[in-house]
């Protein structure tokens, strides 16, 4: 699945190509120490911010995570 930006898809694929390795050879383990992924997650979503801010989506920033502020895009 793309991302909702054309310019994120391969921080996206790259992201959970990332996450279910870890999922799948670390945490199912019972390896919970820490997610490897992090700040790959963190590039991914600046860009989707970003992203939806470009193409004007109305979104709840509260509803993209548990920060309360607005992103820094």
């Not at 790259?14 to 050879?25: K, S, T």
């Not at 590039?43 to 004007?56: G, P």
Request: glycine share 6%; with cysteine.
């Amino acid at each position: 699945m793309n991302s909702v930006g054309e310019g994120c898809t391969e921080l996206k694929r790259e992201y959970d190509q990332c996450f279910n390795r870890w999922f799948a050879e670390k945490f199912l383990k019972g390896e919970r120490d820490g997610d490897p992924c992090t700040e790959m997650f963190k590039k991914y979503q600046l860009c989707v911010h970003k992203a939806i801010r470009d193409k004007d989506i109305p979104i709840d920033v509260e509803f993209m995570g548990p920060n309360k502020e607005k992103p820094e895009c």
